[in-house]
C-alpha cells in the first residue's frame, strides 16, 4: 500500500512511518524539512502543508494520514492539493473534542465542544482553543471525505520521542528518586497510550479500511494519577523514592501550574475525559503494552544518544521542588 504522512519526523508521525514500514508498506512523508532523521526508509516530500502544496501535483496513494491538522483550513488546504489522489484518509484527532465529561466511562458519541474555525479562521491554539479546532478539523474532513474517513482520538501519548516533555518529566523525575512533589487529587482519572501502540493501531485500521471513530486509550477505567505515578516508580526509581501528594490549591496559591507540574489540570476536579471507555479500539485489535516497558524505553531514550536536542524542557526545577516540599512540611 502506497501511504502518505503528513508530519511524519516527530514523536507521533515518526511512529506511524515505523510502524508503516515494518508492515511492508511504501511511505511517503509531507513535511517541511526542517528534520529527516525522523522517517529512514521513507520518501520526502518538502513543503509547508499552509503554503504551497504543489509537490503533491500527479501524485497517487492508496491511503493519507494527517497527523499534525490544528485548524480546519489546513484540512481543506490538503483536500484541495490531493483531490480524489489520497485514497482513505485518517485523521489524528484527540479526546480533547469533548465537552465537560459528566462521568467516566463515555464512548465515541458523547457530547462534543462547539466547533471553531470552519469560517476558516486560525486563532492561535492554546489550551482553550485546541479542542474546539480539532472538533473543527474532524467536521471539515467528514465533509471533504465523508464514508473515507478515520477518525483517531488518542488521550495523552507517551513514550520514546516525546518531545512534549509532558510524561518524560515524570521519567526523569522518578528515576531521580528521593521525595517527589505529586501534584493534586491521587485519584484524578488518567489514561494514556504509547505512540508505538497507536501508530500499530493506525497502521491495522488503514489496512483493514476502516472509517469508524475511535478512542485509542488506555487503560480502561478507573486509572488514576496515583496508578501512573506508582507504576512509572517501580519501573525506573531507586529504592526508597516516595511520593509526597500536595493539594492543587496549595500549589496554585504558591504560583505553580501544568507548565511546572505536566499532566496535572492544576485542580482537583476529576477530569472523566481522561476516564473514555476504549471498548471499540479494543475490539478492533488495540493492544497496549505495560506502562512499566514504556517508562524503561523512554529512559533509555532520554539517556541514549537518539534523545531529539529539541525536546522541550518542562517541570519543576529541582531546587523550587525542593522548596516547595519543605514549606508545604512546614505549613
Known amino acids: 500500500m502506497r501511504i502518505l504522512v503528513i508530519g511524519g519526523t516527530r514523536f507521533v508521525g515518526r511512529h506511524i512511518v515505523a510502524a508503516a514500514l515494518a508492515e511492508g508498506h511504501s511511505v511517503t512523508v509531507l513535511h517541511r524539512g526542517v528534520d529527516c532523521a525522523g522517517a529512514p526508509g521513507a520518501e520526502h516530500l518538502h513543503a509547508d502543508r499552509d503554503g504551497d502544496l504543489g509537490v503533491l501535483a500527479g501524485r497517487q496513494w492508496d491511503a493519507t494520514i494527517d497527523v499534525c491538522a490544528y485548524w480546519p483550513r489546513q484540512v481543506h488546504h490538503l483536500a484541495d492539493a490531493l483531490g480524489e489522489r489520497g485514497g482513505h484518509h485518517v485523521l489524528i484527532s484527540t479526546v480533547s473534542v469533548y465537552a465537560d465529561a459528566p462521568e467516566p466511562g463515555l464512548d465515541e458519541q458523547a457530547t462534543l465542544l462547539h466547533p471553531i474555525g470552519l469560517d476558516g479562521d486560525a486563532p492561535p491554539v492554546d489550551a482553550t482553543t485546541y479542542g474546539p479546532l480539532k472538533v473543527g478539523c474532524e467536521q471539515a474532513a467528514q465533509r471533504r471525505y465523508g464514508g473515507g474517513l478515520l477518525v483517531i482520538r488518542p488521550t495523552y501519548i507517551v513514550g520514546p520521542h516525546d518531545h512534549t516533555g509532558r510524561f518524560t518529566y515524570w521519567v526523569e523525575r522518578a528515576a531521580r528518586g528521593g521525595t517527589v512533589l505529586a501534584p493534586g487529587n491521587p485519584e484524578a482519572p488518567m489514561q494514556y497510550i504509547d505512540a508505538r501502540d497507536l501508530a500499530a493501531f493506525v497502521v491495522a485500521r488503514v489496512d483493514a479500511g476502516d472509517d469508524d471513530v475511535y478512542h485509542v486509550v488506555h487503560p480502561d477505567?478507573?486509572?488514576?494519577?496515583?496508578?501512573?505515578?506508582?507504576?512509572?516508580g517501580a519501573a525506573v526509581a531507586p529504592e526508597g523514592t516516595h511520593l509526597e501528594w500536595v493539594p492543587s490549591d496549595w500549589l496554585v496559591e504558591h504560583g505553580i501550574g501544568p507548565a511546572?507540574?505536566?499532566?496535572?489540570?492544576?485542580?482537583?476536579?476529576?477530569?472523566?475525559?481522561?476516564?473514555?471507555?476504549?471498548?471499540?479500539?479494543?475490539?478492533?485489535?488495540?493492544r497496549a503494552r505495560p506502562l512499566a516497558q514504556t517508562a524503561r524505553d523512554t529512559l533509555d531514550w532520554v539517556r541514549g544518544s537518539h534523545a531529539e536536542p529539541g525536546r522541550r524542557r518542562v517541570g519543576l526545577d529541582p531546587g523550587r521542588e525542593a522548596d516547595l516540599l519543605s514549606a508545604w512540611q512546614r505549613r
Open 221 to 232: 477505567p478507573p486509572f488514576s494519577m496515583a496508578d501512573l505515578l506508582a507504576e512509572v
Open 260 to 286: 511546572h507540574l505536566p499532566l496535572w489540570p492544576a485542580s482537583d476536579d476529576p477530569e472523566f475525559v481522561l476516564a473514555m471507555d476504549p471498548a471499540r479500539a479494543i475490539a478492533a485489535g488495540l
